[in-house]
Structures are given as structure tokens and as C-alpha cells.
């Protein structure tokens, strides 16, 4: 298994630009979620979702959008890069409620 | 809203030597996460602790649970270098749509021969 996989690994946006960060994984795991870590502050919940077609909004949603079309994947869109975006972002999956969370390796986003 | 709060934030110690790193948090929970994470890299799964008493181990390191004070703690015992890194304690927020973690700061150890 590849586990949870990102893609791009480092990225650098202009303000005002889009661009869909991705995320998969190959465990059959129902419940991914995306976070953002920024220096001395954690990971803070952005979106997650619970199956494939369910979505809700985390601790820190604006400014990003995602979906959950298939189980495998589950994209993060950034609508218009502001510098406050800059950060690492990482995917996580779990097989349900109370299971450990797999996380993937981040992408590194920078926005000028 | 659930705050989460990790004590100490950085943390020097001897090789040899045994420390405890805890976590509190705010609101009722019974599933607390222990992770690890070197510089620039990915976060590893350590403990998933999920009932009142809950104890894990292993290695050099033990985590425990007490819902009551909701007060999780990480023991060190006989550090070694190998050991430095950051340690996020998390929480789950729900008890029926999971995966929703509320982090800690971290604690940044260094681990010193």
C-alpha cells in the first residue's frame, strides 16, 4: 500500500491564483480530513469528510473548498491565494471513528 | 470550543534522564491521539488512547489517560537521542462523525548526550 499520498510536495502561488491540492489513499478508509500546520501553532482543521459525498467545514474552512467524489480521493482547492494561505498542509485518513489517523507527507505552500 | 493545551512547550533534557509531557484539554472527550513529528517531515502515530485509564507503552515512552481530569500524559524514561523530535497530543472532537482532531501546540524535546 501507498498509503496517503500528496501531491504537488512544494508549490509557490501569486496572490489571487487557484490551484487544487491533492490527496489519495489506498486503505479503503472512510474519513479523510485536510489540516494546516503554521509554526508554534499545530495542525488546525480545515475540511473533512466522513464517505465519499459527505463534506463539513473544520476549524479553519475559509478560503478553501473540497469535495469527496470517490472513497480514494479527496482534493483540496484553494479559490484565490492570499499570503495568509501560506503554510503546510497535510491529508489524513482513518478507518473510522476512534482509529489512528494516517497522515500524509504535506505540501509545502507558499503564496506571495 | 474544545482548547487543547501542552506543557511544556520546549523541552531540554539529559540522555538518561525521565520526563512527563501533558495534555490537557477543555471538553468532554474519551479519545486522545500521541504523535511525533521530526523537522520537515510527516506526522507518525504514536498512542491512540481511547477510555478513561487507558494506559500504552512503547519503548522508552508511556501515555495515559484520565477523562476525568482530562489530563493525558506522555512519560519519557531514560531519554536518548533518538527521542528528539515534536509530540503533538490531539483530541476528537465527536463521538459520531470522527476524525475531526484538535491539536496541541507540541512539544519540541531535544534530547542532549
Known amino acids: 500500500n501507498a498509503g496517503v499520498t500528496q501531491t504537488p510536495k512544494f508549490q509557490v502561488l501569486k496572490t489571487g491564483q487557484s490551484m487544487t491540492l491533492q490527496c489519495a489513499q489506498d486503505m479503503n478508509h472512510e474519513y479523510m480530513s485536510w489540516y494546516r500546520q503554521d509554526p508554534g501553532m499545530g495542525l488546525r482543521l480545515i475540511h473533512y469528510s466522513v464517505g465519499a459525498g459527505i463534506t463539513d467545514q473544520g476549524e479553519v474552512p475559509n478560503g478553501y473548498n473540497v469535495s469527496r467524489s470517490t472513497t480514494e480521493d479527496f482534493p483540496l482547492r484553494l479559490l484565490s491565494a492570499a499570503p495568509s494561505q501560506t503554510s503546510v498542509y497535510f491529508c489524513?485518513?482513518?478507518?473510522?471513528?476512534?482509529?489512528?489517523?494516517?497522515f500524509g507527507p504535506g505540501t509545502r505552500l507558499t503564496v506571495t | 470550543e474544545l482548547k487543547v493545551e501542552q506543557n511544556p512547550l520546549f523541552l531540554s533534557m539529559q540522555e538518561g534522564k525521565n520526563y512527563t509531557i501533558y495534555c490537557n484539554y477543555s471538553t468532554t472527550s474519551d479519545r486522545l491521539y500521541w504523535y511525533r513529528q521530526d523537522p520537515g517531515k510527516s506526522l507518525e502515530s504514536l498512542f491512540v488512547?481511547?477510555?478513561?485509564?487507558a494506559v500504552k507503552q512503547e519503548g522508552r515512552l508511556m501515555a495515559s489517560l484520565d477523562t476525568k481530569a482530562r489530563l493525558s500524559t506522555l512519560h519519557i524514561t531514560a531519554a536518548v537521542h533518538d527521542l528528539s523530535a515534536t509530540y503533538f497530543c490531539a483530541v476528537d472532537r465527536h463521538e459520531t462523525s470522527g476524525s475531526r482532531l484538535t491539536f496541541g501546540e507540541g512539544t519540541q524535546l531535544t534530547v542532549n548526550p
Open positions: 489524513a485518513s482513518s478507518y473510522g471513528t476512534g482509529a489512528e489517523q494516517y
Open positions: 488512547l481511547l477510555s478513561n485509564g
